[in-house]
């Protein structure tokens, strides 16, 4: 495959992405409408999900960029290192604010959640068990992990190809 | 720091960077880069180029001096 066909389908899969992005924000987006006509005390877990929504925002962003790059025969370049660095950081950023929610829905759901909370509240409406939710928490974090790890190498390695193209084309 | 001399050497032998160009093969942009001292390494290859097309010792070209 050529550097323009393969910049293009990349770039293709990035806006796949955005599109099931904005399916997720509007889902995120109307959790919190319900939680905050809920009440106060139950806020905490739907702003956790729109938050975690900022970090692959950021993600495609770079993702878009660097493809773009791909296509304009730059792979190396300190810019992209730069933003492989950046998406190695949202994917920790989000890895963390899963295990809060995670900590936080679990501590809702066994210490608050029957003693205060009303039948009709927010977390009533949550439907699935709590290993169910504990599993699929666990399965976002490791993934966040993997991506961590993964552009904080790539990262490493676009930066050290970057070094030596510059030093390649600098050699007469 | 290496210096490279190549004007020097073109105004002696009268020869601008485009006829030096031409004989070594060698791109004007590339040769402006070893000119300007923004090249990082140069290769034997294109050194022995040069002090052929120029009729002179890797010495006349290339100069150390301290910073």
Redesign the interface.
């Known amino acids: 495959m050529k550097q323009k066909e393969l910049s293009i389908l990349l770039r293709a899969v990035v806006v796949l992405c955005g599109l099931v992005w904005l399916v997720f924000a509007n889902w995120f987006g109307r959790m919190l409408g319900i939680a905050i006509r809920d009440g106060a005390y139950v806020l905490a877990y739907p702003l956790l999900l729109c938050l975690m929504l900022l970090p692959p925002l950021v993600v495609l962003w770079d993702a878009w960029h660097i493809f773009t790059q791909i296509g304009r025969n730059n792979s190396f370049c300190v810019e992209n290192a730069r933003r492989l660095r950046r998406i190695s950081l949202c994917a920790l950023v989000d890895t963390v604010l899963d295990v809060v929610m995670l900590v936080y829905g679990l501590i809702y759901k066994f210490h608050i959640s029957a003693a205060s909370a009303p039948s009709d509240s927010f977390f009533s409406r949550l439907d699935g068990d709590v290993f169910g939710a504990v599993v699929r928490c666990l399965f976002v974090a490791f993934i966040g992990v993997a991506v961590t790890v993964a552009a904080a190498a790539l990262s490493h390695l676009t930066l050290k190809a970057a070094d030596l193209q510059?030093?390649n084309d600098?050699?007469? | 720091m290496i210096y490279v001399n190549l004007d020097v050497m073109l105004a002696r032998r009268h020869m601008s960077l485009t006829q030096l160009a031409e004989r070594v093969g060698?791109t004007i942009a590339?040769?402006s880069?070893?000119k300007t001292g923004?090249?990082?390494?140069?290769?034997f290859s294109?050194l022995d180029a040069i002090c052929r097309a120029l009729d002179c010792q890797p010495g006349d070209i290339l100069e150390y001096r301290e910073d």
């Open positions: 510059d030093e600098l050699t007469i | 060698l590339n040769l880069v070893l923004k090249a990082k390494a140069v290769r294109t």
